[in-house]
Structures are given as structure tokens and as C-alpha cells.
């Protein structure tokens, strides 16, 4: 099982960033996804949720409006569209995939940081 995200750097506040996730050994399309993230000193916080099939989201309140989970389950890949990012938003970004209690993968994560 593999979750690799890709898309992390720097970026100007107000900038916008796209994080992919691509995720390979285990059939994609049957696993909720998820972006998580934790900024230095803080607990891992939920961002953003995908239903199975891509037809129901949810989000974190602090980023909700701004940003927005997809995911193509013919690529095995789920994205975060980050837009009008704030300092705050700078954290480790990593995604998940879980199915019940006993199916849950973890990707190495990728660095936001949002800095002028």
C-alpha cells in the first residue's frame, strides 16, 4: 500500500498550491478519503473528506469556501485545491485512506508553507 502526495511548497499569501495524492495497493475507489495536516507544535487536524464515489464533501471550518477536495478513481488519485492561503494554513499536509475501523493508510505527507 502506497499514499504519495506531491504538490507542497512555498507560496505568497493569497497564493494557491493543488496537492495530489496518487495511491497504489489497495482498491482505490472503495476508501474514504481524506487530507489531514499538522503545523508544528499542534495535533494532526481533519481538512477535508471524499466520499467513495466523489459525491459528498466536508471540510474544516478554517478552510472551507477556500479550499476543495476531488478525487479521480480512474487515476487512483485524490487532489486538495488550496486557494487564498493564509500563514496559518502552513503545515505538513497528509492524506488518508480508510475503509471501517480496520483499513487506514497514511501518506508521508508534504510541506505547505505560506510566507511573503
Known amino acids: 500500500v502506497q499514499l504519495v502526495e506531491s504538490g507542497g511548497g512555498l507560496v505568497q499569501p493569497g497564493g494557491s498550491l493543488r496537492l495530489s495524492c496518487a495511491a497504489s495497493?489497495?482498491?482505490?475507489?472503495?476508501?474514504?478519503m481524506s487530507w489531514y495536516r499538522q503545523a508544528p507544535g499542534k495535533e494532526r487536524e481533519l481538512v477535508a473528506t471524499?466520499?467513495?464515489?466523489?459525491?459528498?464533501?466536508d471540510y474544516a471550518d478554517s478552510v472551507k469556501v477556500r479550499f476543495t477536495i476531488s478525487r479521480d478513481n480512474a487515476k487512483n488519485t485524490v487532489y486538495l485545491r488550496m486557494n487564498s492561503l493564509k500563514p496559518e494554513d502552513a503545515a505538513v499536509y497528509y492524506c488518508?485512506?480508510?475503509?471501517?475501523?480496520?483499513?487506514?493508510?497514511w501518506g508521508q505527507g508534504t510541506q505547505v508553507t505560506v510566507s511573503s
Open positions: 471524499i466520499t467513495r464515489n466523489g459525491g459528498s464533501t
Open positions: 488518508n485512506a480508510k475503509r471501517g475501523v480496520l483499513f487506514d493508510y
Open positions: 495497493g489497495f482498491t482505490f475507489s472503495s476508501y474514504v
